[in-house]
């Protein structure tokens, strides 16, 4: 796995996206071992396994794509709070362990009430991501204490808690972490190896890495936290085909939302939409290749930006959030499999030959 730029995927448990309405099954294997082995050929270095309160359980399905691939490594979306942390620490160190080392876990507090009741959680957010913090504190202590040890939060009291599995991985499994709130950014600031972003544009996104970096500092780990953006690439073989075929997606999407009884989309609960919103308000196209006349009709669900281009011309977006300090892509398309093919193949290897020539170059220069 690269050292320096890492490229995540995303795999689902069945074909779907904002313009493809979910057919059943609800959990479509060959769907899942495609999707996997795909990214893991097209030269991904992982991928994200999403969690939902209504949908399948994000470690299973992880453990099976795992299964079907041998290189790739997980991002397994994980809700502190409805696990024990000694159960959840115990459980993602054995399937570390299962699959010789390729396990990560990306912490989602949830920042939507209704959502999180669904599962019988009342908490505030704020409540809730203190949880976390304490949740995370056992996590990891459960890791990587070689002795027994006692815990008395406000959430959690453990005596001579203790976990026999450790990781493979050390010191411990990567801890992605999202959440746009105050509340979230002060827990990422200590517990974060990777905070994950939402597509945002280049403003935002660097005045979120500083706050980031500003919470983290207060825990002594300034240059601890990497940084992760997620985008939905729309790539084509001409910049204006690409644009073309991001407007009939966008239209696509309206009548797919039509067809569902959907109207406009409601007022976000969570922040990172929010400020999705925020970024589309000031227009359809933004920097350098930032689309988000999607994220506006979807109410910015999920991570619903697009930057849109050739290959080459997408990879050059990406090197400008590099140069802001980004580390990490999450990258999933509109058209899910065909487009993770289409990214090993043409945004991938374009980013990875820009990125080294640069280098080059610039050690040419220095010399």
Known sequence: MSKDVEFIGFVGTHYESEAHPAKAPVIDRDYIRALAQAQEYGGFDRFLVAFHSTSPESQHIAAYAASVT????????????????????????????????????????GGNDQELRQDG????????????????????????????????????????AFSTVKPVQTPHLPVYFGGSSDAAIEVAGKHADVYALWGETHAQVRETIAR??????????????????SFRPILAETEDRAW?????????????????GLGAAAPPPNEGARRLLAAAAQGDRLDKRLYTAIAAVTGAQG??????????????????YYDLGVTTFLIRGFEPLEDAVQYGRDLIPA?????????????VAAE
């Open 121 to 160: 959680d009342f908490l505030t957010k704020d409540e809730r991501y203190a949880r976390t913090s304490e949740y995370l504190d056992v996590v990891k202590a459960s890791w990587t204490s070689e002795t027994p040890f006692d815990y008395a939060g406000q959430y959690y009291r453990f005596e001579r």
């Open 303 to 320: 991570n619903s930006t697009a930057l849109v281009g050739t290959g080459e011309q997408v990879a050059d977006a990406l090197l400008d």
């Open 70 to 109: 041998e290189r790739i490594h997980l991002m397994i979306a994980h809700r502190p709070g409805f696990t024990a942390p000694t159960v959840a620490a115990r459980q993602l160190a054995t399937l570390d362990h299962l699959t010789n080392g390729r396990a990560g876990v990306h912490i989602i507090t």
């Open 244 to 260: 073309a075929r991001a407007e009939a997606l966008l239209e696509r999407i309206k009548a797919v939302r039509t067809a569902k």
């Open 351 to 363: 980013f990875r030959r820009l990125l080294n020539e640069r280098s080059s170059q610039r050690a």
């Open 212 to 229: 980031v970096r500003a919470a983290a500092a207060r825990h002594g780990r300034e240059h601890h936290v990497r940084f992760s953006l």
